[in-house]
Structure formats: C-alpha cells, structure tokens
C-alpha cells in the first residue's frame, strides 16, 4: 500500500500564538473523524497545509491525498475532472478517463476554492457525500467510492447559501465542522517566528553559511504591516529582502514590502542634473580639446558625483542615494561599475571600516 507523496512531504506548522494553536488543536481532534470538513481562511494562510494536516494525522495517513482547486477549471472540466469521463461522452473523449474520486478512494479528497463550482458539480458532491456514489460523464455505471472530502475557500458560504448560489443542504454535509484559520494579523507573535524560519532557509538556498538576524527597524517594519496576502506574503518578502541583501554578513535591514513600486524616473533624471555637488567643467577661458573619449569623460564625471556624494552624507550610502536621486539599490550598483564598493577604494575615500 503505497503512501501518498504530497502527505509526506507536509512542513510542520510553524507558530505559536494561542490563536493558531488552539486552530492546530481543532485540527489533531477533529483528523480521525472521517467527517467531511470545511476550512475556511483568508489568502495565503495555509489551508492547503491545513488540510495535509488532517489527512496526515488521520488513518488514511498512508492512503492518496487528492488536490483539485474548482476555480482553476470550468465548469465541463471540472465536472470531467471530479467524476471522469466515457469515451465519447464529449467531442475529444476518445477513452474512458478515471475521476479524481477513484484515485482517492480509500483517502483524501482536498477541495480548494469550493465555492466556485457550479450547481450541478455541486449536486454531484453531495451524491458523492450523502452516498458515496456517481457516474461518470456519459456513462450509466454507479462508482462507488470511499473518500473523505475536505473543502477550502475564503468566501461565506453561508451567505452564498442564502443568496441562492451555494446548494444550503451541500454547506450542509461539508460543515459537519469548520476549521477557521486566523490571518497572520491575529497572531503578530508568530511574525518574527516565521521570518527568521523563512530568511534562514533563502540564505541556505543562496550558498550563505548563516543569516544574520534582522535589525530593530527591520523587525518593526514586520509587525507593523497588515500582511493582507498572510503567511505568503510574509515568504515571499522576507524572501524578497534576503536576496537583495548587498552585506549577507550584517543583520538584514531593508525589507522590500512592494516590488512593484517603480521608481520616478523623471524625477531621478532631473535631481541628477541639479544636484549640487562638484562637476568637471573647464575652467574659465579654458577650452576643451578634441578628440576626446566620450565614455572615459562621463565615467570620470560619475565617479566624481558618486565620490562627493558619500562625502556630503558622510558616507552613508542611503543618504548619498538620496543626494543623487537614486534608490539604494541603483547607487550600489553604480558603486560596483565604479569598483567603490571595494574595501581599498572606500579606505582611499577615507571610509572607515
């Protein structure tokens, strides 16, 4: 009997906040029960997680875990794809195809973005959960099956029920009980939990030996977010922020919360040209001699504007950015063409380490 991949391979949840705890309590209760279950949560909290958890920590452990997220499909497909197919049951059905159910049976079935499917999927499901039977498309036979079904989404679906656009005795069966994950707002103590966990395991994917931990500022500006895209989110920039990282060795300071933020290209052109630091010009009644190399003389002026820069701020490599109406990361990167991000080249500038 052989084991279902996606379940071994589950992360263990990471957390402790009592809200997501006492979720995590819900869960281990409720895994043995071969009752339909319904998890419901905002965008990026893990609910596919969540449901592994349940098929993980019930008996059909070692038995598939089945995944179909209802509004990656339309409705024909999706129907198709639930309870299979005959052949010639439609245009291109040129052999019998084996629904998700059947490759179940015996296990889980995890339903993600439930609230989308249509009513007449909707009416199946509830045959497959009153009886634990269907037919395929196009065909007659009765299949019967042994599957536990959990269902995910982020909408109310009791509201949805009242309005006519969920089958009310379907949220019926589902709800035997509901698992509501807390968004990553409810539990602010778990934020530099996951943070760390997620910043250490990026250093490892980039080859660094260590992460060095995140600043005081760094920290703040996590918990003071809302994190309306949750655990994800959290990933992704936290992710984000470590592999810009320009000094892996030093606590991670900037964090890049929106990467599509565009800068004002206009606006850095025309503080480049009015900025008031030193510019190599002749001298009066000095003329300029020809031919002269071009590229040569605007590298030299460039590295001129870089130089004075990080003397006006003292060196500090934000403020410089900000004297020449650059981002941090475009004054690094005209540090490095310039070879000044060098230990000799800032010890030349009087920088002291």
């Known amino acids: 009997m052989a084991r279902s991949t996606d379940i071994d391979e589950v992360p263990t949840p990471i957390g402790r906040a009592p809200a997501f705890l006492g979720m995590l309590d819900q869960v ?50 999706l129907d198709s794809e639930l309870f299979g197919h005959e052949a010639g049951a439609f245009t291109g059905a040129q052999k019998r195809r084996l629904s998700r159910f059947e490759r179940a049976d015996g296990g889980t079935m995890f339903l993600d973005e439930i609230g989308t499917a249509s ?35 982020n909408a109310d679906l009791p509201a949805m029920a009242r309005e006519g656009r969920f ?28 943070a760390e966990h997620f910043a ?25 977010y809302d994190w309306p895209g949750n655990v994800r989110e959290l ?55 020809f031919p002269r190399d071009f590229g040569a003389d605007v590298r030299t002026h460039e590295r001129s504007l870089l130089e004075a820069a990080l003397r006006e701020a003292q060196f500090s490599q934000r403020r410089a950015a900000e004297l020449l109406g ?9 540090l490095r063409l310039h070879g000044l991000a060098d230990k000799e080249a800032r010890k030349a500038l009087g920088v002291k380490e």
């Open 28 to 77: 281990s209760r409720l895994a043995p029960l071969r009752r339909p279950v319904l998890v419901i949560g905002e965008r990026g909290t893990g609910k596919e997680l969540v449901a592994a958890r349940l098929a993980l920590l019930s008996d059909r452990w070692d038995r598939p875990l089945v995944k179909l997220n209802c509004a990656a499909l339309p409705e024909a497909l």
């Open 119 to 153: 009513q007449a999927v909707q009416e199946k499901l509830l045959r497959v959960i009153e009886y634990g039977s269907f037919e395929r498309v196009g065909g007659s036979e009765t299949i019967r099956v042994d599957v536990r079904l959990i269902g995910a989404t």
């Open 167 to 194: 089958r009310a005795d379907l949220l019926d069966r589902l709800a035997f009980d509901v698992v509501n994950i807390p968004p990553l707002r409810a539990r602010p103590e778990d934020i530099s939990l996951l």
């Open 200 to 224: 250490t395991r990026m250093s490892a994917e980039l080859g660094r030996k260590m992460f060095a931990g995140f600043t005081e500022r760094a920290l703040e500006r996590l918990q003071a």
């Open 235 to 289: 990933r992704n920039v936290v992710e984000r922020s470590v592999y810009r990282m320009d000094r892996p060795e030093k606590a991670l300071d900037e964090i890049v919360l929106d990467p599509f933020v565009v800068p004002d290209w206009k606006n850095v052109q025309v503080q480049r040209v009015v900025t008031a630091v030193p510019v190599v010009v002749p001298a009066e009644g000095e003329t300029l001699t």
């Open 326 to 334: 650059l981002t941090y990361y475009q004054f690094r990167h005209h």
